[in-house]
């Protein structure tokens, strides 16, 4: 009779064990579900976070190109022409007489100068270099301009100076004949210049660079 009930007893022990057990690991198998749930919602919080700062910043990215391209457009080295001086180019284009560029101070013909490598306008280029003795037909001209390195370095120029801050000739050396022009630019705190030497010709000022190609 002992024995039945010691048995009993075991027995009754063995299945509440076996039920806490059980409790335990249904417990322990919630509280890992509500981890994992909890973990999969802040990451799609973060992923959703993301998702709306790179559409902001996409959206600030492409008002920034289209103000950076209506710039682009709207640039020209002529900008700082009067409606006199635009007239008197624009009759030169025309008529292909230098007189009407007679009165383009040195830093206008500098400024037209860089408006003509922007544009490819080789017959203006042309025009406006100064003839130092070894100066080519045009053809000539043309085919030792596209030739050599000054083309690049000029197109070059023409971008970095683009909103350029200021254009002066220099007093320290001019003369009836001769002058130094100073173009000045910057790039956030770094500036930067290029100087050129014009020379009169034919009643104009002329650029002095057939040497550097």
Same mark, same amino acid.
């Given at each position: 009779?002992?024995?039945?009930?010691?048995?009993? =007893?075991?027995?009754?022990?063995? +299945? %509440?064990?076996?039920?806490?057990? @059980? $409790?335990?690991? #249904?417990?322990e &198998?919630?509280?890992?579900?509500? =981890?994992?749930?909890?973990?999969? +919602? %802040?990451?799609?919080?973060?992923? @959703? $976070?993301?998702? #709306?700062?790179? &559409?902001?910043?996409?959206?600030e990215?492409?008002?920034?190109?289209?103000?950076?391209?209506k710039?682009?457009?709207?640039?020209?080295?002529?900008?700082?022409?009067s409606?006199?001086e635009?007239?008197?180019?624009?009759?030169?284009?025309?008529?292909?007489?230098?007189?009407?560029?007679?009165?383009?101070?040195?830093?206008?013909?500098?400024?037209?100068?860089?408006?003509?490598?922007?544009?490819?306008?080789?017959?203006?280029?042309y025009?406006?270099?100064?003839?130092?003795g070894?100066?080519?037909?045009?053809?000539g001209?043309?085919?030792?301009?596209?030739?050599?390195?000054?083309?690049?370095?000029?197109?070059?120029?023409?971008?970095?100076?683009?909103?350029?801050?200021?254009?002066?000739?220099?007093?320290?050396?001019?003369?009836?004949?001769?002058?130094?022009?100073?173009?000045?630019?910057?790039?956030?705190?770094?500036?930067?210049?290029?100087?050129?030497?014009?020379?009169?010709?034919?009643?104009?000022?002329?650029?002095?660079?057939?040497?550097?190609?």
């Amino acid at each position: 009779m002992i024995k039945i009930r010691n048995f009993v =007893v075991i027995g009754l022990a063995a +299945t %509440a064990l076996s039920g806490c057990s @059980a $409790a335990d690991n #249904s417990a322990e &198998e919630t509280t890992d579900s509500e =981890v994992l749930q909890a973990t999969l +919602t %802040a990451q799609e919080e973060i992923i @959703a $976070a993301q998702a #709306s700062k790179i &559409e902001a910043l996409e959206s600030e990215l492409y008002e920034k190109e289209v103000k950076i391209d209506k710039l682009s457009r709207d640039f020209t080295y002529l900008s700082a022409f009067s409606a006199l001086e635009e007239e008197a180019y624009q009759r030169f284009l025309e008529t292909d007489e230098t007189r009407h560029l007679t009165d383009l101070s040195p830093e206008k013909i500098t400024l037209l100068y860089y408006h003509a490598i922007t544009e490819n306008d080789l017959e203006t280029l042309y025009t406006l270099t100064y003839d130092n003795g070894s100066l080519p037909s045009f053809d000539g001209f043309k085919q030792l301009y596209l030739d050599s390195d000054y083309m690049m370095s000029a197109k070059d120029s023409t971008v970095r100076y683009r909103n350029y801050d200021s254009v002066r000739s220099r007093d320290d050396d001019r003369t009836e004949e001769y002058v130094t022009v100073e173009i000045k630019g910057h790039f956030r705190t770094y500036g930067f210049s290029t100087l050129y030497g014009l020379k009169k010709e034919d009643g104009i000022w002329k650029m002095d660079t057939l040497e550097l190609m």
